[in-house]
């Protein structure tokens, strides 16, 4: 299990091996406390930065493989300039839609 969930304003994480709707909302409810609302308001829960690493690497990967893999085998083969710029967009365009965290 790894640390998925953390509630930022007291650093609280929530450890699981993968992380659905009805755990994001049984660790945001867990915060739902008079105790913890005079103190802190509402929880500030979000993903931590390992998480987001894992999930942007995870999702690059899979997309690398089905995406940019066989335009990448296309240039290899052809050797040309336009093959090559086709691939090297694509895994441009992947980097984009799976970034990684700022703060990584």
Known sequence: MRSVLI?????????SNSCSEDEIALFRSS???????????EPDIDFTPEYKIE?????????????SDPLYMEWKFDKT????????DKVAEIKARYPLPADS
């Open 31 to 41: 915060f739902m406390t008079d105790e913890f609302m005079k103190k802190h308001g």
């Open 55 to 67: 999930y942007a690497l995870g999702s690059r990967r899979q997309a690398y493989l089905i995406e």
């Open 81 to 88: 300039a336009e093959k090559e710029k086709i691939w090297r």
């Open 7 to 15: 509630e930022r304003k007291t650093g609280a994480t929530f450890d």
